[in-house]
């Protein structure tokens, strides 16, 4: 059987320049721009906060971890989860239940009817969860009754 080499460690990133990830170069590379660009087109004091906000900044986004996770990817996590909705209701329309009509010889296309089924009693429930819990070996009575009520009727037809 051949030997298949299974790479490990695929989550490192691979480092370009020492200790530095190709992700914190690029980020570095843009922070240097947006410094750059400030330098140029703001007066002194405006420049040192903005490089303060811009180096504090690039700071959290190529190096600070949350759980494992890089900040940025943090962050739209945390505004994924406050924009949806926090409670998930599961609404049940009713008992409709589609029952296809048969084929006739007219060539009329009538629109499928919708037969709305009753709810089993409470009793009846029980005794069919135990049938199936049973995988069919308990019968009740009432049950036993109903099935042959049904054959027969069906067998009438």
């Known amino acids: 059987m051949p030997q298949f080499v299974v790479p490990q460690f695929i989550d490192v990133e691979d480092k370009i320049i020492g200790p530095i990830t190709t992700r914190q170069f690029v980020v570095g590379v843009v922070a240097m721009l947006l410094l750059f660009i400030s330098y140029r087109f703001s007066d002194s004091v405006l420049f040192a906060i903005q490089a303060i906000l811009i180096i504090g900044l690039y700071t959290l986004i190529a190096f600070i971890k949350v759980n494992g996770q890089p900040f940025y990817t943090f962050v739209l996590s945390v505004i994924r989860s406050v924009t949806r909705s926090s409670l998930r209701v599961w609404l049940k329309t009713g008992n409709d239940v589609y029952v296809p009509k048969q084929k006739t010889d007219s060539s009329e296309d009538t629109a ?25 070996k308990y019968r009740s009575e009432e049950l036993f009754q109903s099935t042959q009520l049904a054959k027969n009727q069906h067998a009438k037809k």
């Open 112 to 136: 499928p009817a919708i037969v709305l089924k009753s709810r089993p009693q409470s009793h009846s429930l029980s005794e069919l969860s135990l049938l199936v819990d049973t995988g069919g």
